[in-house]
């Protein structure tokens, strides 16, 4: 597990047991205190590090981060075998949380980033591929005489004589300066 889980994407709804009292969703990575409450362990770091005193959220006994203790087993067992839908619109994977790591990664619902500098559009995996081929951001070579590099979007205005004239330009500016 490495993400917090919604509570809302769980079938049947988790147990209040299972849900950190800092963060509200279900424990990730659990810790229990001397007191026997439980908390996320980056929860309850943070809560020990940034607030006035080192007490339970909980029960406000006294707590401090060496005292606190990796959860029993079975306890990390009950939170593995929950069932979760996945958070990706459109999938109707559903499984348990122990799995589901696994299934984001590979999920053709998952949103990834176009790779292009200047677009920041996020799509569906299965959408991605025929995106980047049309994105307005792809570099692409001049396919007339000057070779040079410039955006699909920057196509129309591309003027070679205009380009190279530039380009050397900036390399006898460079040369001046040294």
Not at 58 to 65: G, N, P, Y
Not at 80 to 85: F, G, S, Y
Not at 126 to 145: N, P, T
Not at 163 to 171: F, S
Request: aromatic content about 6%; hydrophobic content about 35%.
């Amino acid at each position: 597990m490495s993400q917090l889980y919604d509570v809302d994407q769980f079938v049947p709804a988790p147990s209040v047991e299972l849900i950190c009292a800092v963060c509200q969703n279900v424990l990730l990575d659990p810790v229990e205190c001397d007191c026997r409450h439980v908390f996320c362990r980056s929860c309850i770091s943070k809560w020990l590090a940034e607030g006035p005193d080192s007490s339970c959220p909980k029960c406000r006994s006294r707590v401090s981060v060496i005292s606190l203790r990796t959860v029993v087993p079975l306890l990390q067992n009950l939170l593995n075998e929950l069932q979760l839908r996945c958070a990706n619109a459109g999938c109707d994977w559903q499984k348990s949380l122990e799995q589901y790591d696994a299934h984001v990664k590979v999920c053709a619902f998952r949103r990834l980033p176009c790779p292009h500098k200047g677009c920041f559009q996020t799509l569906p995996s299965d959408s991605l591929g025929a995106h980047k081929e049309a994105c307005e951001h792809r570099v692409i070579k001049c396919s007339d005489w000057c070779g040079l590099d410039f955006t699909l979007q920057q196509r129309s205005s591309h003027n070679c004589r205009t380009a190279v004239l530039t380009l050397l330009n900036g390399m006898q500016s460079c040369l001046n300066n040294k």
